[in-house]
């Protein structure tokens, strides 16, 4: 089959690969028909998680048609269509049972790995490094999947591949990154970042109630179509302190709730930006955490900091003390995928959500490698892109 093979920082290729084939009884093999290119994609093409082999087969966002199962799958069936989580949940564990899918025991081989790092290892992630277990990922024409009873969610005749593609990742994390900072009526939300993920958490604070949500990004394309959703944008570039711009559109209390959807390759001119961007270059950190600093520096007095973007390793200069003065509450983590994807399938069936929104690059898998070099220079004002296999 053909796949997405990852050679080094920023060299990725369509190769010609062995097909997966059923290794346990609680596989499925996916034939996929939709899969799309994450920011957190970018994290590995730009080189930031280590562990990756050359011929890694990249993607956790895909969907497609079930064509083989192995003897103890009861719950999918070929010729089903599905839309797979990229967290991979074994079902059984204390976290799975508690719905803490992302943080499954069981799917991580290489959990040693992580455990030296964070003394806990998470679950199995597709197309993720070997830290993650290792899994060839969905940017190709098959992929594997393990306990295909418990993640892959069934996708009805009445909905096509681009509305559900999206329940893979980006809308339950937009979704959760809201949820988790127990956005409420009333509430006024501050989103960095309106890429795909940010998208999803400005749609989901007003989906929550929220009253304002303002959108913090750089690139036109991304404030319109937050200003689409309702969000009142800002250009933090053309915005000297984005920490009193806030406190000013919001009569001086600042936002209640601060989303970080940008993570550890965030964009920045101030001075810890730099010294981030230095560090990170020369491999003595590894995280760019200025809009981490910012969320937290902006978040109003008991106020609520909700953190989707992905971080790897140390951050410092890290703001503790505002965080302990202000009362501040701080959640963040990979999204517990299956939790939310019945609820927001529900959704857009509904037609109260319309994933479809941020596509704006549709291309066939033979272009993934230009899709990668777009949408990480966020060129020809690209926000998402998808590949229809
Ligand atoms: N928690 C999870 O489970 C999960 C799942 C998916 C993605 N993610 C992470 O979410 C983050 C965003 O993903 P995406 O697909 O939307 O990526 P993206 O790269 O398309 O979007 C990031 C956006 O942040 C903006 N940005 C950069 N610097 C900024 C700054 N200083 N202030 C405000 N905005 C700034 C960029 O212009 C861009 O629009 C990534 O870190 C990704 O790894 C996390
Ligand atoms: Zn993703
Ligand atoms: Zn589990």
């Not at 455990?115 to 992929?143: I, K, T, V």
């Not at 963040?332 to 995928?337: H, I, K, L, M, S």
Request: with cysteine.
């Amino acid at each position: 089959m053909k796949a997405l093979c990852w050679y080094g920082k920023n060299d990725v290729r369509v190769e010609t690969v062995p097909d997966p084939t059923i290794l346990r009884p609680h596989d499925c093999i996916v034939r996929i028909t939709a899969t799309a290119i994450c920011g957190s994609d970018l994290h590995l093409y730009d080189g930031y998680i280590p562990t990756l082999e050359p011929g890694d087969i990249l993607g956790h966002e895909f969907m497609g048609e079930v064509v083989e199962v192995g003897s103890e799958v009861r719950r999918v069936a070929p010729g089903d269509r599905v839309v797979v989580p990229f967290a991979i949940g074994c079902g059984q564990c204390w976290y799975c049972r508690n719905e803490l899918w992302s943080l499954c025991d069981n799917t991580n081989p290489n959990a040693y790995m992580l455990e030296g790092m964070y003394g806990y290892s998470g679950g199995g992630l597709f197309g993720y490094s070997h830290l993650y277990g290792g899994y060839a990922g969905g940017q190709a024409e098959y992929a594997r999947v393990p306990f295909a009873d418990v993640g892959p969610l069934k996708v009805p005749d009445g909905i096509d591949d681009e509305h559900a593609l999206f329940l893979s990742d980006i809308l339950p994390t937009g979704w959760q990154a809201a949820e988790r900072a127990e956005v409420h009526g009333g509430d006024v939300v501050a989103v960095w970042g309106c890429g795909p993920v940010g998208q999803f958490a400005i749609r989901s604070a007003k989906l929550l109630g929220a009253e304002r949500v303002i959108a913090i990004d750089r690139f036109p394309i991304r404030l319109s179509l937050a200003e689409r959703a309702g969000a009142e944008g800002l250009n933090y570039a053309e915005t000297d302190d984005l920490v009193e711009a806030l406190k000013e559109m919001t009569g001086g209390r600042g936002p209640d709730v601060c989303i970080d959807a940008v993570g550890m390759e965030a964009h920045g001119t101030s001075i810890d930006a730099v010294v981030d961007r230095v560090k990170q270059r020369t491999r003595l950190g590894t995280d760019r955490a200025n809009v981490l600093r910012q969320v937290i520096q902006a978040c109003g007095k008991g106020g609520r900091v909700s953190v989707a973007g992905v971080y790897a390793g140390f951050v410092d200069k890290f703001p503790f003390g505002a965080l302990f003065a202000k009362g501040l509450t701080l959640r963040a983590g990979q999204c517990d995928v299956q939790r939310s994807m019945r609820p927001l399938l529900e959704r857009i069936e509904r037609g109260e959500i319309d994933p479809t929104e941020i596509i704006t690059h549709r291309l066939s898998l033979a272009e993934a490698p230009d899709g990668y070099a777009i949408f990480r220079n966020k060129a020809d004002e690209c926000v998402k892109v998808v590949m229809h296999t």
